[in-house]
């Protein structure tokens, strides 16, 4: 018999839900078929840690007397975006130091929510209702108005794992990747991963309430790159890329354990963002869904060291986590970007939250298309019909 989000939420609320991780389901799965498991079970627990560029958070700093309409902000010599509002600013995860490389966005941010206190400098050219030009002073967490995370893409599906068959070292958002195919690195959790666990989204979009930073947040639109005209696998699973989701959080009620800076060498900073969905099992397809494994997860390998990141090769989760796949006919060590250890504590939280009855579950407000593609940015000239397909 199927069940409804609004049933089980019952459940939560009267404590008797059953709710398990979903490394465990998957486990339970290779005993029991998908009916069993969906009447025994009610919620799956999913959850990912990894470097999630695309990130960043909004600001109101709160007004200065006299008032000022800033343009040029920064905080410890980090610029943050101005063109909001007299005293609103947002500060993406990548943005850089003026004066150190290695300090950026996803530091200010994680500094904010270890509550340290940091410089805020401000100019503005006048105006009659903002008349003061510059400041400069400290904040925190607590003056601050609003403090919150607003991430435009994370979560990716199943983002595709890196390689590189130059004879130089490249340096990338994928991590250092050694010359002639001495490495492979990916960064996804697996059969843990929340949106290969619902590859059809049908319990996750618009206001789904999931775990983000260490706290309560929301799905507020599908991610940017949202591409779910993928090419799949037999088990519905897109092969790389795939979908995305645009989410927010209160970063006053954040912790530094699911939020960290992070810099790779000669590319920049990034921020490792920690997110878990609880999903509910809703139906004997949706177990089945739920109890993929990391065998049955595939993803292509691309060669980094190529223009257009070709493909070199398809692998399973099963043999990235093994810590070697072949490629070329030959051995080659990989390595996660992503911390599976900080997931599963994600994972565990989340569970921990809806036994208690201090989670429950959310009916999406609309769904998220799945017929929807990205594509390359490419030289045209003004009035060119897009699909002209003009020249690069």
Same mark, same amino acid.
């Given at each position: 018999?199927?069940?409804?989000?609004?049933?089980?939420?019952?459940?939560?609320?009267?404590?008797?839900?059953?709710?398990?991780?979903?490394?465990? /389901?998957? $486990?339970?799965?290779?005993?029991?078929?998908?009916?069993?498991?969906?009447?025994?079970?009610?919620?799956?627990?999913?959850?990912?840690?990894?470097?999630?560029?695309? &990130?960043?958070?909004?600001?109101?700093?709160?007004?200065?007397?006299?008032?000022?309409?800033?343009?040029?902000?920064? *905080?410890?010599?980090?610029?943050?975006?101005?063109?909001?509002?007299?005293?609103?600013?947002?500060?993406?995860?990548? !943005?850089?130091?003026?004066?150190?490389?290695?300090?950026?966005?996803?530091?200010?941010?994680?500094?904010?929510? #270890?509550?340290?206190?940091?410089?805020?400098?401000?100019?503005?050219?006048?105006?009659?209702? =903002?008349?003061?030009?510059?400041?400069?002073?400290?904040?925190?967490?607590?003056?601050? +108005?609003?403090?919150?995370?607003?991430?435009?893409?994370? #979560?990716?599906? +199943? =983002?595709?794992?890196?390689?590189?068959?130059?004879?130089?070292?490249?340096?990338?958002?994928?991590?250092?990747?050694?010359? &002639?195919?001495?490495?492979?690195? =990916?960064?996804?959790?697996?059969? *843990?991963?929340?949106?290969?666990?619902?590859?059809?989204?049908?319990?996750?979009?618009?206001?789904?309430?999931? /775990? *983000?930073?260490?706290?309560?947040? =929301? @799905?507020?639109?599908?991610?940017?790159?949202?591409?779910?005209?993928?090419?799949?696998?037999?088990?519905?699973?897109?092969?790389?890329?795939?979908?995305?989701?645009?989410?927010?959080?209160?970063?006053?009620?954040?912790?530094?354990?699911?939020?960290?800076?992070?810099?790779?060498?000669?590319?920049?900073? %990034?921020?490792? @963002?920690?997110?878990?969905?609880?999903?509910?099992?809703?139906?004997?397809?949706?177990?089945?869904?739920?109890?993929?494994?990391?065998?049955?997860?595939?993803?292509?390998?691309?060669?980094?060291?190529?223009?257009?990141?070709?493909?070199?090769?398809?692998?399973?989760?099963?043999?990235?986590? %093994?810590?070697?796949?072949?490629?070329?006919?030959?051995?080659?060590?990989?390595?996660?970007?992503?911390?599976? &250890?900080?997931?599963?504590?994600?994972?565990?939280?989340?569970?921990?939250?809806?036994?208690?009855?201090?989670?429950?579950?959310?009916?999406?407000?609309?769904?998220?298309?799945?017929?929807? %593609?990205?594509?390359?940015?490419?030289?045209?000239? !003004?009035?060119?019909?897009? &699909?002209?397909? $003009?020249?690069?």
């Amino acid at each position: 018999m199927a069940k409804t989000i609004a049933q089980i939420n019952e459940k939560i609320k009267a404590g008797s839900v059953v709710v398990v991780t979903a490394e465990e /389901f998957t $486990a339970m799965a290779r005993t029991k078929e998908p009916g069993q498991l969906a009447q025994e079970v009610d919620v799956v627990t999913t959850a990912t840690f990894g470097p999630m560029c695309s &990130s960043g958070a909004v600001i109101n700093f709160g007004h200065w007397n006299p008032g000022i309409r800033m343009e040029d902000i920064t *905080l410890n010599d980090v610029p943050v975006y101005q063109g909001l509002a007299a005293v609103d600013g947002y500060i993406g995860a990548t !943005a850089e130091s003026k004066y150190d490389c290695q300090y950026g966005g996803a530091h200010v941010i994680e500094d904010l929510i #270890a509550g340290k206190e940091l410089r805020l400098h401000a100019r503005g050219k006048g105006t009659d209702c =903002y008349p003061t030009k510059e400041i400069d002073t400290y904040i925190n967490k607590d003056v601050v +108005n609003e403090f919150y995370l607003f991430d435009p893409r994370n #979560a990716y599906q +199943n =983002y595709g794992a890196a390689t590189n068959s130059t004879s130089k070292i490249k340096y990338t958002y994928m991590g250092c990747l050694l010359p &002639s195919f001495g490495n492979v690195t =990916y960064s996804t959790s697996g059969e *843990l991963s929340p949106l290969l666990n619902d590859p059809y989204l049908r319990t996750i979009g618009l206001g789904t309430r999931i /775990f *983000l930073g260490g706290t309560q947040g =929301y @799905v507020v639109w599908n991610g940017t790159q949202f591409n779910t005209a993928k090419e799949r696998n037999s088990h519905g699973i897109p092969l790389g890329g795939g979908a995305t989701l645009a989410v927010i959080g209160d970063a006053k009620e954040m912790s530094t354990e699911f939020i960290r800076a992070a810099y790779y060498e000669k590319y920049g900073v %990034s921020m490792f @963002v920690g997110l878990g969905i609880p999903i509910p099992v809703l139906d004997d397809d949706m177990a089945g869904r739920l109890a993929i494994s990391n065998s049955e997860i595939e993803t292509y390998v691309f060669d980094y060291g190529v223009d257009g990141h070709p493909a070199v090769g398809k692998v399973n989760y099963a043999e990235l986590q %093994s810590g070697k796949i072949e490629l070329n006919g030959k051995k080659v060590k990989t390595a996660p970007l992503s911390s599976l &250890s900080v997931a599963r504590d994600i994972a565990d939280t989340l569970c921990g939250w809806i036994k208690d009855g201090r989670f429950l579950l959310s009916e999406p407000v609309a769904r998220f298309p799945m017929d929807s %593609s990205v594509e390359p940015l490419r030289q045209r000239r !003004a009035g060119q019909d897009a &699909s002209e397909g $003009a020249e690069r």
